[in-house]
T-cell receptor
């Protein structure tokens, strides 16, 4: 398995449910991201983790809770979501080189979330 | 503040016509810019990055620092180019390695 893999690919959950999205990257990268993709805001950065440390929380509601246990895995825990949270959630990774040379960000296929 | 602007939501052209997808950016340092493409039901993937000065699938993009632009061009569009295109800017290590994306342009190549 190579690249960035996300599970599940599709998730339907009620507003009172608790579920989690999982992401795994096989690229040896040290930065991971969650993006939200919807018709309203095509690519909205949610969280950034550099070297397992959260370095960005883009004013995301607390009903979304990220977890990065190691540099290869990233989770997004979901709790008491709203119907407007229905979207495609994209995980991505990149390599922080620290040299000033640009990195490339690689995306997973996404998890389609429907909140009913 | 870092920002990427793609002024066109939709661009429709006929097959064989030239294509230019516009991208303007705002960045205080020396930018690293990318174009990403998302074909129907596929993942978002890198098309090209300015630092490589490459041509991928006939597409090229030139960084114009004076105009703060990074427009994507192709001389002869093909139907298989129909997709969503995103311009992206890397914010740098000092900006926690964030990538900023434009709102995207949907390219529709008609037969």
């Amino acid at each position: 398995e190579t690249g960035v893999t996300q599970t599940p690919r599709h998730l339907v959950m009620g507003m009172t449910n608790k579920k989690s999205l999982k992401c795994e990257q096989h690229l040896g990268h040290n930065a991971m991201y969650w993006y939200k993709q919807s018709a309203k805001k095509p690519l909205e950065l949610m969280f950034v983790y550099n070297f397992k440390e959260q370095t960005e929380n883009n004013s995301v509601p607390s009903r979304f809770s990220p977890e990065c246990p190691n540099s290869s895995h990233l989770f997004l825990h979901l709790h008491t979501l709203q119907p407007e949270d229905s979207a495609l959630y994209l995980c991505a990774s990149s390599q922080v080189t620290g040299t000033g040379v640009g990195n490339t960000i690689y995306f997973g296929e996404g998890s389609w979330l429907t909140v009913v | 503040a870092q920002r990427v602007t793609q002024p066109e939501k939709l661009l429709s052209v006929f097959k064989g016509a030239p294509v230019e997808l516009k991208c303007n950016y705002s960045y205080s340092g020396s930018p690293e810019l990318f174009w990403y493409v998302q074909y129907s039901r596929q993942r978002l993937q890198l098309l090209l990055r300015h630092i490589s000065r490459e041509s991928i699938k006939g597409f090229t993009a030139d960084l114009n620092k004076g105009e703060t632009s990074f427009h994507l061009k192709k001389p002869f569009a093909q139907e298989e180019d129909s997709a969503m295109y995103y311009c992206a800017l890397w914010g740098g290590v000092g900006n926690f390695n964030k990538f900023y994306f434009g709102s995207g342009t949907k390219l529709n190549v008609k037969p």
